[in-house]
């Protein structure tokens, strides 16, 4: 039997697939009512269905070169200057990035429109891993790498004015989480969020819509009509799935009764087709990637790579999350799509690349743990000791060097310098502190012998 490192890729790949095909088949199902109804789609009942398969072979074939990158040859780039590149291309989108419903989101390119919030998440990753496994002994002071979360704040800042609060609390919440495995402390990170609160309840006093939210979260059905429209049917499409649910292709909410029914508000169509039980395994699903990913980063050697691994996970569990969450009326709706089934090419390939790095890490984790060479039990129970904020090298060396036990003896020879009793220490542990005659002897010894040695090889 293999180590479960070693197969970790293979669930990642399969749920990904599986995944993937759930995504392509529920956009089609969802979005036929719509394209056929109107004539902005040409009426064409494959319009939508057409766009995602080929953002599937986009994202599918960049998750296949991905996979192949060495992650470690490119870091430096994919670091800060990638980072740079980002943040202007985000003031960039701003300034003239195409207005759809009030929002500057997009760059339009002929028929090809590219979200560039989606590409500062996987950024925002790359640059956080390879600062914090840089700095990984000052984490514990916040203060410290105040350079590597400022650049991240800027960012959701940028993302904010478009504006696109949700994916803007996904980067910091990604952050938050990258910080916790790089050992941040907990004062900390509580004082991180304890702020990050605060500017969340800022921003939503700053635009009435967002108030507005709040208001249709404490009651929707207040006005079922007019702003609890989208919610109030987003709960009927899930109560009406039932345990076994309506079946494929057959429910009611798609006829133009549910807004946002191929993007956003997918899970509930979704719901109504599947019902609970399809609901229940699409949940196990990403519980699966989950925790695949989050044992990948446990497993992994490498603390940028670990980082790389910790980032992505979170950020399409977090993502996934939110989003059922608003489907089902628990949090305010923020916009969010889902990973995966949601209609839009540039979440897609970009989840999709994100995949790509976590089977590039198992690849990786893969081939070193057999070229190593085989642990005993001991040694495996000390390489489970490590964290990702301690461990420095793929293969497993020895814990003790000696440093610590001679600083040890060190501060043993001080205290009973002092009038303490003297307890008794090994003599080669304080070659330079001879406070017994027999150690002293045991010194010279030793050193007498080293000559002879040296000298019969000489």
Same mark, same amino acid.
């Given at each position: ?5 070693? +197969? ?46 080929g ?11 991905? @996979? ?30 195409t ?51 400022g ?55 700053a ?32 109560? +009406? ?12 909410q ?15 169509i ?48 977090i ?22 089934? +949601? ?14 790095i ?8 893969? @081939?070193?743990? @057999? ?23 793929e ?48 010194r ?15």
């Amino acid at each position: 039997m293999k180590p479960l490192r070693d +197969s970790l890729g293979r669930p990642i790949f399969w749920v990904t697939v599986i995944l993937g095909i759930l995504g392509v088949l529920s956009v089609f199902s969802a979005s036929v009512v719509m394209a056929t109804s109107t004539s902005d789609f040409n009426r064409d009942p494959f319009f939508f269905l057409n766009r995602q398969l080929g953002a599937m072979l986009v994202g599918m074939i960049a998750l296949c070169v991905v @996979r192949r990158v060495d992650l470690l040859r490119w870091r430096t780039f994919l670091s800060l200057p990638t980072m740079f590149l980002m943040l202007l291309a985000l003031v960039a989108v701003l300034l003239v990035g195409t207005e759809v419903n009030g929002a500057r989101r997009w760059f339009v390119l002929g028929p090809v429109q590219f979200q560039v919030a989606e590409l500062a998440k996987l950024v925002v990753v790359f640059y956080l891993a390879d600062y914090l496994a840089r700095h990984r002994n000052h984490v514990h002071k916040i203060l410290s790498i105040a350079p590597s979360w400022g650049l991240v704040l800027l960012a959701a800042f940028l993302i904010e004015r478009e504006p696109d609060m949700g994916t803007a609390l996904i980067i910091v919440a990604t952050m938050i989480a990258m910080l916790y495995a790089a050992g941040a402390s907990w004062r900390d990170l509580g004082i991180t969020g304890l702020l990050g609160v605060l500017a969340i309840v800022g921003m939503t006093l700053a635009e009435p819509y967002r108030v507005d939210r709040w208001k249709v979260f404490l009651d929707p059905f207040v006005d079922p009509l007019d702003q609890g429209y989208q919610v109030c049917n987003s709960l009927m499409a899930v109560a +009406s799935g039932g345990i076994w649910g309506r079946g494929f292709g057959f429910s009611n909410q798609k006829f133009n009764y549910l807004p946002e029914q191929h993007t956003d508000f997918i899970f509930a169509i979704f719901s109504e087709e599947m019902g609970l039980v399809g609901a229940l395994g699409l949940f196990l699903l990403f519980c699966i990637l989950g925790y695949c990913g989050l044992r990948l980063a446990v497993n992994c050697r490498r603390p940028y790579l670990s980082l790389l691994a910790v980032g992505i996970t979170f950020q399409v569990l977090i993502q996934a999350w939110i989003n059922i969450a608003v489907v089902t009326g628990t949090i305010p709706n923020k916009g969010l799509p889902l990973p995966f089934l +949601s209609y839009g090419g540039s979440s897609l390939v970009v989840t999709l690349m994100g995949m790509g790095i976590l089977l590039n890490i198992a690849d990786h984790t893969s @081939r070193q743990s @057999r070229s190593a060479p085989r642990e005993n039990r001991s040694r495996r129970r000390m390489r489970r000791g490590s964290t990702l904020a301690t461990s420095d090298e793929e293969q497993v060396r020895s814990v003790s060097t000696g440093e610590w036990e001679a600083s040890v003896a060190q501060a043993r020879h001080e205290k009973a310098r002092s009038g303490l009793p003297q307890p008794v220490v090994e003599p080669r542990l304080t070659g330079r502190l001879p406070f017994h005659p027999a150690a002293r002897a045991e010194r010279e010894r030793l050193r007498r012998r080293l000559k002879r040695v040296q000298t019969l090889d000489s």
